[in-house]
């Protein structure tokens, strides 16, 4: 069919948007790549810019001599990802099993416990006070998985309907009359059939385990424990500090500032795992909300 | 709880009569079932429940020693407190605005970039712009917070370096200057989020059924009609449903978007400081726990009956995705 002329400019005019679009995405994350391999110099007398006169590998040199607290940093980063995904998947989909079983007594009670934690939150203060004196998990490694990304009732409500869904009910049924129990069903016929929402979920949780932040400022005072993310917001916290403390007293940080290209270094360090994984994430991503992951 | 209920009603007796019989089979039955979801329930209670109860801490006066349940009872003073100051209209005003901002922008542009991708006819070109539009959704904020630092710093940001000293024109104390927070905190939060909305208004409109179209091209639609009288109203109930779903969070704010990426410059507060970044300032730094307790309840409360309005409303539009 021939296009019309309307139909051209319009083309034409969506590319331009995008085109736009694209570049306001793109040009930010060039100069954080940009800036890491700048020479230090260069960034003190021009500034961060898109394509630097001189280039310089030195801030990856100096992460891979220097860089201890950074490995040690993201080496939590990993092992809190790793763990606290795992345990994600494990005790949603454990859960989501038994509340997917129709018969199962007490049901709708169980759904409204996990259903009820989407409406009402104590908020910050409570949880804080929970976790700190009650648990006392200040500056330990579990401060790092459980609060907050361990389980999350979205997550557990659209494994479920995964399960009701796109498992049909002769699966259990056939699975019951050959005398399996429900852990048998579970791990031999629900697992392997919910591979799409499990991969989904999991990806969502690494996520949130990976930008994770928040746990190591809330729960961590010993900067030994924090992972990557909690890191770099320390650092720029304390240029901040830096900066407004008049005379610029270095006593006033606790770690010691790295210039700016390490620093733009280690930021660029912790997205090249996001960025590795993208094209799976995306596909996911969409697969997600096609599920109706939309209320998250 | 329930479980220990169901355990005890189904506990096996010596002499078994029918009915017994038949619970001592059900709790066989479903035993494993209960065992299952223990992990998950205990999580619940610890993550969540324990906490909701000790939202009372905001009508306490709290002492570290007795914890928040042998607190001594404060009554309404902590709101007094809260509500005697600036800061209370400040923390709520901002919420507000911003989140409503957020919604009508990140709407526009969302349905914008998802009605361009989906007509975009080059396939390739189609790809590229919808992972450009999604990948800074799935970035830490504190990589955003870097970035932003890149072009803001006062010293050798790229905006002061690169492009206002070669016009000739002084820098400007960006963390400073609070005028320019509005505009640049809803250019950063679209930046990040709008794929995100981008992609749920893509699958809403791939979900239009093309014989509108081939109707609309026989009788002479052009591009622009077909997409204001057979798109937009195709894609009203999603706009709608997600525009909603976003107003009951209204009430919260993203922290790292309002704490860090500001720098948490303390002459920006009058334009960054929302309840979230209130409540954490107030518990943290200043280790006021009863201020921080009473605008933490404030926006629970609020919060919950927002949630409850804005589904009423998204239930009667498409009940699909409503959350109860």
Redesign the interface.
């Known amino acids: 069919m021939l296009q019309t002329k309307g139909e051209k400019v319009f083309q034409i005019a969506a590319h331009v948007v995008m085109i736009v679009e694209t570049i306001c995405v793109i040009l930010p994350f060039l100069l954080l790549i940009m800036s890491s391999f700048t020479d230090e110099n260069e960034l003190v007398a021009h500034g961060y810019s898109f394509w630097p006169n001189k280039f310089s590998i030195e801030a990856y040199k100096y992460l891979i001599k220097k860089g201890t607290s950074i490995f040690r940093a993201y080496g939590l980063t990993v092992a809190a990802t790793v763990i606290g995904t795992t345990l994600h998947l494990l005790m949603g989909s454990m859960m989501a099993f038994s509340l997917a079983l129709k018969k199962l007594p007490g049901r709708k009670f169980f759904s409204f416990y996990v259903f009820f934690t989407m409406l009402f939150s104590g908020g910050l203060v409570p949880t804080y006070l929970t976790y700190t004196n009650a648990f006392h998990i200040k500056n330990t490694f579990l401060a790092l998985v459980v609060p907050y990304l361990m389980l999350s009732a979205i997550h557990v409500l659209l494994m479920r309907s995964f399960f009701v869904s796109s498992i049909p009910d002769a699966i259990y049924e056939a699975a019951e009359i050959d005398g399996a129990g429900l852990l048998t069903t579970y791990t031999k016929i629900v697992l392997p059939l919910g591979k799409p929402i499990l991969v989904t979920i999991g990806l969502f949780a690494g996520l949130d385990y990976w930008n994770d932040w928040l746990n190591g400022l809330y729960f961590m005072s010993d900067q030994k424990m924090y992972g990557i993310q909690t890191l770099l917001y320390r650092i720029l916290e304390d240029i901040r500090t830096l900066a407004s403390s008049a005379m610029g007293s270095a006593a006033a940080t606790s770690i010691k500032i790295p210039s700016v290209s390490i620093r733009m270094a280690i930021a660029f360090v912790a997205i090249i795992p996001i960025i590795m994984i993208y094209p799976f994430l995306q596909k996911y991503f969409q697969e997600g909300i096609a599920l109706g992951a939309v209320k998250g | 709880m329930?479980?220990q209920q169901?355990e005890s009603q189904a506990r096996p007796v010596r002499r078994v009569s029918h009915r017994r019989g038949r619970s001592r089979y059900?709790f066989k039955?479903?035993a494993?079932?209960?065992l299952?979801?223990l992990?998950?329930?205990i999580?619940?209670f610890?993550?969540?429940?324990?906490?909701?109860?000790?939202?009372v801490?905001?009508f306490k006066k709290y002492k570290?020693s007795t914890?928040?349940y042998g607190s001594p009872w404060n009554g309404l003073k902590n709101f007094e407190y809260l509500f005697a100051t600036n800061d209370a209209f400040t923390i709520t005003r901002n919420t507000l605005c911003y989140n409503l901002a957020f919604i009508l922008v990140n709407m526009a542009l969302g349905v914008?970039?998802a009605i361009?991708?989906t007509?975009?006819?080059?396939k390739y070109?189609k790809k590229?712009?919808?992972?450009?539009?999604?990948?800074?959704f799935?970035?830490?904020?504190?990589?955003v917070?870097?970035?932003v630092?890149?072009?803001l710093?006062v010293?050798?940001?790229?905006i002061?370096?690169?492009i206002l000293s070669p016009l000739g024109l002084e820098g400007v104390a960006w963390?400073t200057e609070k005028k320019y927070w509005p505009f640049i905190l809803v250019f950063v939060n679209s930046?990040k989020e709008v794929g995100y909305s981008c992609?749920?208004y893509i699958?809403g409109i791939t979900g239009i059924d093309d014989a509108f179209y081939e109707a609309a091209k026989i009788d002479g639609a052009?591009?622009?009609r077909q997409i204001w009288s057979i798109t937009l109203p195709c894609l009203l109930p999603t706009i709608i449903?997600?525009v909603l779903?976003n107003v009951g969070r209204v009430f919260y704010s993203n922290?790292?978007l309002f704490y860090?990426v500001p720098?948490?410059?303390?002459s920006l507060f009058d334009v960054t400081n929302t309840i979230?970044t209130y409540?954490?300032r107030s518990?943290?730094k200043i280790g006021n726990?009863g201020m921080?307790?009473a605008a933490?309840?404030y926006?629970?409360i609020v919060?919950?009956f927002l949630?409850?309005f804005s589904n009423t409303v998204v239930r009667r539009i498409s009940p699909?995705?409503a959350?109860?």
């Open positions: 329930k479980i169901a059900l039955k479903w494993p079932a209960y299952l979801m992990p998950g329930l999580y619940f610890i993550n969540n429940y324990i906490p909701m109860t000790g939202i801490v905001a570290v914890g928040i914008l970039f361009f991708i007509e975009i006819k080059n070109a590229v712009y919808q992972s450009a539009v999604l990948f800074p799935l970035i830490s904020i504190i990589i917070s870097y970035i630092f890149g072009f710093s010293d050798n940001g790229m002061n370096k690169s963390y930046w992609l749920i699958a052009g591009k622009l449903t997600i779903l922290f790292g860090q720098m948490n410059s303390g979230d409540v954490y518990l943290m726990i921080a307790s933490g309840f926006q629970s919060g919950f949630v409850l699909d995705n959350l109860f």
